[in-house]
């Protein structure tokens, strides 16, 4: 069967006239989950076979009885989803038209990043490839933002960072790996990630409600993530959450994108249909397939695969792909089903210390699922 069929639609067609019907369950787990504070409002969108079968808001901007209420409209801070709708997506373009080599080692484009004294060679070994599948021997997280008071410091930052494993390894989930590498591909291309994207994701697929830094005038659509009392000491709405990216002016490979529940499904749409105009299908099976090594990995190239246990549940195919964000985002798409969910929330409000929503995603995953009658 073929699981990738190539489509000219780029937008999927709304039937959205049963959806509450059909959907009872998947959408009463998030009714209960906002009743819950797991997080103050949600917005999801499912696609199924080249429909939109769900589009559906939940809850408010934030857990006041006057809060203004999510909508289908609400733009959310994507967080880590921005590695695969941007920087993912860059990388497979500027690879697909053959100015990415992927076995090539980052210092040759970054040379910055290999250091001039007390020199680790191994930084020599990291290459493209190893940064997409967080193999690189990178660190998770660091908090350059304490130090660093302007963009070129915090790259400076960036760039002693010293490796924690030998690179390819051992796979550990890097938001360094991912700056470093939306910077390097900047520089392959010689222009801006945000405006990349915008030209040749964005603007082609109608996503008119994505972008990095939005507009002041979409402010009054976008649920606040932080009442940040330690860095920026101020509430955070309409500006990234993730403070490496805040320094960095709200445009990084690891974090930054802001968009609708709608938007991204179209994404997901495309990407079903075999990446035309994005991409050829042949590039996009490359990138999100799961890789062999290091061992145990659930990586694909800047995506995520199911692992078990998934916050996909237990009924995405071996073929899937996905990815979580720290606001509590997430995006998960099966090819052999035809089937993508996008859930957006912002369950980092007021703080980051709710982490509820780890057990609602697979429940709400499964729901949908067993909704459509695809669960086998």
């Known amino acids: 069967m073929n699981t990738w069929p190539t489509s000219s639609e780029r937008f999927p067609s709304p039937q959205l006239g049963d959806q509450d019907r059909t959907f009872a369950g998947a959408f009463g787990i998030l009714e209960q989950a906002v009743a819950g504070k797991a997080f103050p409002g949600a917005s999801v969108a499912v696609t199924h076979a080249g429909k939109l079968v769900a589009l559906k808001a939940f809850g408010g901007f934030t857990y006041e009885r006057d809060s203004p209420q999510v909508t289908v409209e609400s733009i959310f801070d994507l967080a880590s989803v921005t590695k695969v709708v941007a920087t993912t997506s860059m990388a497979t373009i500027l690879y697909e038209r053959g100015l990415l080599d992927l076995d090539a080692p980052l210092a040759g484009v970054l040379p910055e990043f290999a250091g001039l004294e007390e020199k680790d060679k191994r930084r020599d070994e990291v290459t493209f490839h190893m940064l997409l599948a967080h193999s690189s021997g990178l660190p998770a997280h660091e908090k350059i933002y304490l130090h660093a008071t302007s963009k070129d410091e915090f790259l400076r930052g960036v760039f002693s960072v010293p490796l924690k494993n030998a690179p390819g390894t051992h796979s550990e989930y890097s938001d360094i790996g991912f700056i470093l590498l939306g910077w390097a591909l900047e520089r392959i291309a010689e222009e801006s990630l945000d405006r990349f994207c915008q030209r040749e994701v964005f603007g082609p697929l109608g996503m008119s ?10 402010k009054p659509q976008i649920p606040p993530t932080a009442d940040d009392q330690t860095f920026r000491k101020r509430i955070i709405q309409g500006e990234v959450q993730d403070e490496n990216a805040s320094a960095m002016g709200g445009v ?9 529940a709608h ?14 105009p994005i991409v050829r299908r042949e590039t996009l099976v490359l990138v999100t397939r799961r890789e062999t090594s290091p061992p145990g990995t659930s990586r694909a190239l800047g995506w995520d695969t199911p692992s078990s246990p998934s916050q996909s549940g237990k009924y995405f195919s071996p073929l899937s792909f996905g990815h979580l964000g720290y606001t509590g ?31 609602i995603w697979p429940r709400f995953h499964d729901a949908v699922v067993e909704a459509l009658g695809v669960a086998r």
């Open 263 to 276: 938007d991204i499904a179209t994404f997901a749409h495309v990407l079903l249909g075999g990446g035309s």
């Open 329 to 359: 985002t997430s995006l998960w798409i099966d090819p052999e089903r035809q089937l993508s969910v996008t859930m957006l929330t912002n369950r980092t409000w007021p703080d980051c210390a709710n982490r509820a929503i780890r057990e």
């Open 252 to 260: 990084a490979g690891h974090a930054g994108l802001f968009s609708t």
């Open 209 to 218: 409600h994505t972008a990095f830094n939005p507009p002041a005038a979409w």
